[in-house]
């Protein structure tokens, strides 16, 4: 069974580097059929996609946070990553990693979120 | 941008068919997926590829897409059933993978 485990700090002060985790385990990040993505939700607000990385690590990212993402992956390890830059309020969300699968493009599973507060 | 918009809420008694949808520009050109996410939990996949569900998903859930609008039914609701349903395409103009902004399932 894919599990997924989303692991990083939970509270940030404004312009600091949000990073995160997505433990993998049940199945190899280095498989051609899939992508590894990050999604987040707002509170009280819908999802949002925020990138992808390919087996190969090619990445895709939302581009209303292209300037300030990075999504590197350590296949070594399982591992796939989360880097955004200068956090501000807005950012304050519940972080979801999950597999994405590209050619029909759905998120399945998903790892059970790590809620991150940006706050002074 | 592509926007996917969603009743807010949808309630119905138990034991009846809900009807949730998710309207875009000529959604029915795109592939839409369907979440369900119970709170406090993770969303899970209940539809793919607009119609096909995925394993452990009961057939009471089903899914249409045509026109300007995508649609995930629901027969013989349970109280479990109970939920935010949440839809998602890919928009290849932009290459972005856009969310509906949910829809609240209330089992009366």
């Known amino acids: 069974q894919l599990l997924l485990q989303e692991s990083g700090p939970g509270l940030l002060r404004p312009s600091e580097t949000l990073s995160l985790t997505c433990t993998v385990s049940?199945?190899?990040?280095?498989?051609?059929?899939?992508?590894w993505g990050w999604i987040r939700q707002s509170p009280g607000k819908g999802l949002e996609w925020i990138g992808s990385?390919?087996?190969?690590?090619?990445?895709y990212y939302n581009p209303s946070l292209k300037s300030r993402l990075s999504i590197p992956m350590d296949t070594s390890k399982n591992l796939f990553f989360l880097n955004l830059t200068s956090v501000t309020a807005a950012d304050t969300a519940m972080y979801y990693c999950?597999?994405?699968?590209?050619?029909?493009?759905?998120?399945?599973?998903w790892g059970q979120g790590t809620l991150v507060t940006v706050s002074s | 941008s592509y926007v996917l918009t969603q009743p807010p809420s949808v309630s119905v008694a138990p034991g009846k068919t809900a009807i949730i949808t998710c309207a875009g520009n000529n959604v029915g050109g795109k592939s839409v997926h369907w979440y369900r996410q119970r709170p406090g939990q993770a969303p899970v996949l209940v539809m793919y590829?607009?119609?096909d569900r995925p394993s452990g998903i009961p057939d009471r859930f089903s899914g249409s897409n045509s026109g300007n609008t995508a649609t995930l039914t629901i027969s013989r609701v349970e109280a479990g059933d109970e939920a935010d349903y949440s839809c998602?395409?890919?928009?290849?103009?932009?290459?972005?993978?856009?969310f509906g902004g949910g829809t609240k399932l209330t089992v009366l």
């Open positions: 999950a597999r994405h699968e590209p050619s029909l493009d759905w998120f399945d599973p």
């Open positions: 049940g199945g190899s990040i280095s498989s051609p059929s899939f992508y």
């Open positions: 998602q395409v890919w928009d290849a103009n932009t290459n972005l993978r856009v």
């Open positions: 990385v390919s087996y190969s690590g090619t990445t």
């Open positions: 590829d607009d119609t």
